[in-house]
């Protein structure tokens, strides 16, 4: 509904079902080299993807999972990165923001900020968005089941999107 509504064309729905932005998925597994947001950022880079694909706009709806898994947050920091900085949640989230802006400087670049994340990851989203030029989309008042969206739910997050970047 987003992609008609806005009439866009979608290059690449990347979003996988329990993936993290830190290195931490569930039971504590290391997604470091499969799953984790930044892995997968990484991979698209590696492969020439985004010099490929003309890509305008990049939502990224993320921090869900780290949140509700409790992954360790560690300390906010905005560069002189390291591998193991990316297995707490506040790094990882800055460092993403900041590798997705710098490798597509040309892209409208929107975080979208689930309604009842913990706060620190809600104001290092905030944060690392206003440091390297990304926008932020937070949502409110989803209708959600077992903390996932229900249709209305899905309806609103549209609704609320929409109302963002129009």
């Not at 509700?68 to 906010?76: N, Y």
């Not at 193991?84 to 900041?98: E, G, Q, R, T």
């Not at 008042?141 to 609320?160: R, T």
């Amino acid at each position: 509904k987003l992609l008609s509504e806005t009439d866009s064309e979608l290059v690449l729905n990347d979003s996988w079902s329990g993936s993290t932005i830190s290195y931490i998925g569930y039971d504590n597994v290391d997604c470091s080299k499969t799953s984790s947001f930044i892995y997968r950022l990484e991979k698209l880079c590696g492969e020439g993807f985004l010099e490929k694909n003309k890509i305008d706009t990049l939502l990224i709806f993320g921090g869900t999972n780290d949140s509700w898994l409790g992954t360790p947050l560690g300390e906010a920091k905005y560069e002189n990165f390291a591998q193991s900085d990316f297995y707490n949640v506040l790094p990882a989230i800055c460092y993403l923001v900041k590798k997705a802006c710098e490798v597509l400087p040309t892209a409208k670049v929107y975080f979208i900020i689930n309604n009842e994340l913990k706060p620190e990851i809600i104001a290092t989203i905030k944060d690392a968005c206003e440091k390297f030029g990304a926008d932020t989309i937070q949502l409110s008042s989803v209708p959600k089941v077992k903390g996932h969206p229900d249709i209305l739910g899905m309806e609103q997050i549209k609704n609320q999107i929409l109302l963002s970047v129009e």
